[in-house]
């Protein structure tokens, strides 16, 4: 179902609501430019949720612009584990709606 080429298919959606892609455009940029978190941290942030929502287009984007900004392989690496971690704590805290009480 994934195919990177579909990414392509962007400039269909920008013809067919031109007004919300430019904001959504606009806004992601404003959210991923350097600024108090540097770019770099933005980028392994947005891994971290691409790793969580699986989303195979964000997790190709976001791995490049991560190593643009000078993210290392280890970095990566940690990165990929704090999603795993919180997936998984998530995973244990809504259990607690499973647990009858006492």
């Known amino acids: 179902?994934?195919?990177?080429?579909?990414?392509?298919?962007?400039?269909?959606?920008?013809?067919?609501?031109?007004?919300?892609?430019?904001s959504f455009e606009a806004f992601d940029a404003a959210a991923l430019k350097e600024g108090a978190i540097p770019k770099k941290y933005k980028e392994l942030m947005a891994l971290a949720v691409a790793l969580t929502t699986?989303?195979?287009?964000?997790?190709?984007?976001?791995?490049?612009?991560?190593?643009?900004?000078?993210?290392?392989?280890?970095?990566?690496?940690?990165?990929?584990?704090?999603?795993?971690?919180l997936r998984a704590g998530a995973a244990v805290t809504h259990g607690t709606h499973l647990?009858?009480?006492s």
Request: glycine content about 4%.
């Open 54 to 85: 699986q989303c195979p287009y964000c997790l190709e984007i976001h791995k490049g612009a991560a190593i643009k900004a000078g993210a290392t392989k280890e970095e990566l690496a940690e990165t990929i584990f704090i999603a795993a971690a």
């Open 1 to 22: 179902m994934y195919d990177m080429k579909n990414i392509k298919k962007l400039a269909q959606i920008k013809t067919a609501a031109p007004d919300a892609m430019r």
């Open 99 to 101: 647990m009858e009480e």
